[in-house]
Nanobody, 123 residues
Framework: QVQLVESGGDSVQAGGSLGLSCTVY????????MAWFRQYPGKEREAVAN???????RYIDSVKDRFIISKASAKNTLYLQMNSLKPEDTAMYYC?????????????????WGQGTQVTVSS
């Protein structure tokens, strides 16, 4: 019933910017904890950022001051604005959501996932 669809992945040069979107279908995100994860080939998923129902944002150190997570609840859409991209940002990026009071950066706690969108940063 609940479906998350990411978009916006592309190939860009180092130092460039890219915006990702995640639209949720079948439910409202107003009460959700939502997050972005990324995954390198052959490795486990890595948290990037999350935003809770109240709008509080959290980032991992490697992306803070470069990435901005935001949401438009009226559109049921989550965003990730990525600036000053580095080659190490190259990964498949996934949107995730959890309905409940917990909001963290552990992937196993998120019930809903998108299909992923590829971000490639070249140098």
């Amino acid at each position: 019933q609940v479906q998350l669809v990411e978009s916006g992945g592309d190939s860009v040069q180092a130092g460039g910017s890219l915006g990702l979107s995640c639209t949720v279908y079948g439910s409202t995100i107003s009460s959700y904890c939502m997050a972005w994860f990324r995954q390198y080939p052959g490795k486990e998923r890595e948290a990037v950022a999350n935003i809770n129902a109240a709008g509080a944002m959290r980032y991992i150190d490697s992306v803070k001051d470069r990435f901005i997570i935001s949401k438009a609840s009226a559109k049921n859409t989550l965003y990730l604005q990525m600036n000053s991209l580095k080659p190490e940002d190259t990964a498949m990026y996934y949107c995730a959501a959890r309905d409940g009071p917990w909001c963290g950066l552990i992937d196993s706690f998120f019930a809903y996932w998108g299909q992923g969108t590829q971000v490639t940063v070249s140098s």
